[in-house]
């Protein structure tokens, strides 16, 4: 099972330039999310997705933009890339399950983004 | 707001001792708890989980959580750590706006000696 699948794994931009990091997911879940994790800050949301065809933003937002290409597809652009940005980047997607709960969200292996 | 703090950021335990992790929580209604872990270069792996219920929750490879709502706390333990826990973990609060919006914790990291 591939589950939540992230490219590129490595990527290495110069400050001003644009990328966006894609991210797939074979579970048939409605929701995704695109987290940032830096030392001794634990993860950050950046944008999420409830479902196909929204977008939210979450708690760090700037700096980016988000598109939701279908319901297995979330990708993260950075317009203008700033040495602020450099971190391992993470896509999840999970399940909210009305009164019954959520189910777990399922992490992709990450994305490290250095900015010079 | 809500918001979740991990006291320990880095906790050395010998192999085959006891481990508690702590973990202590700000959330106005009954909340949704998570501990993940992660290996170094790993994604996050789900640990175990409470939603309601009874309040000792068993995960995989051993570990297990305590939810005290009176202490705002899930404090993860295991009787004997082995060297492949050494990781980082992380204890979150799921809220659901919508989507599942996970609040983590800065993450305590886990070394173990042989």
């Known amino acids: 099972n591939a589950g939540v699948t992230q490219t590129p794994k490595f990527q290495v931009l110069k400050t001003g330039q644009s990328m966006t990091l894609q991210c797939a997911q074979d579970?048939?879940?409605?929701?995704m999310y695109w987290y940032r994790q830096d030392p001794g800050m634990g993860l950050r949301l950046i944008y999420y997705s409830a479902s196909e065809g929204t977008t939210d933003k979450g708690e760090v937002p700037n700096g980016y933009n988000v598109s939701r290409l279908n319901k297995r597809e979330f990708s993260l652009r950075l317009e203008s890339a700033a040495p602020s940005q450099t971190s391992v980047y993470f896509c999840a997607s999970s399940e909210v399950l009305g009164v019954w709960g959520l189910t777990e969200a399922f992490f992709g292996q990450g994305t490290r983004l250095t900015v010079v | 707001a809500q918001s979740v703090t991990q006291p320990d950021i880095h906790i050395t335990v010998s192999e085959g001792a006891s481990l508690e992790l702590r973990c202590n929580y700000s959330y106005g209604a009954t909340p949704y708890l998570f501990w993940y872990v992660q290996s170094p270069g790993q994604g996050l792996q789900l640990l175990l989980k409470?939603?309601?219920?009874?309040?000792l929750v068993q995960g995989i490879k051993g570990f297990e959580a305590e939810f005290k709502r009176s202490q705002s706390s899930f404090n993860l333990r295991k009787p004997s750590v082995h060297w492949s826990d050494a990781a980082e973990y992380f204890c979150?609060?799921?809220?659901?706006?919508?989507?599942?919006?996970?609040?983590f914790g800065q993450g305590t990291r886990l070394t173990i000696n042989p």
């Open positions: 979150a609060v799921g809220l659901i706006q919508g989507a599942q919006k996970l609040v």
């Open positions: 579970m048939n879940h409605n929701s």
């Open positions: 409470y939603f309601s219920g009874d309040t």
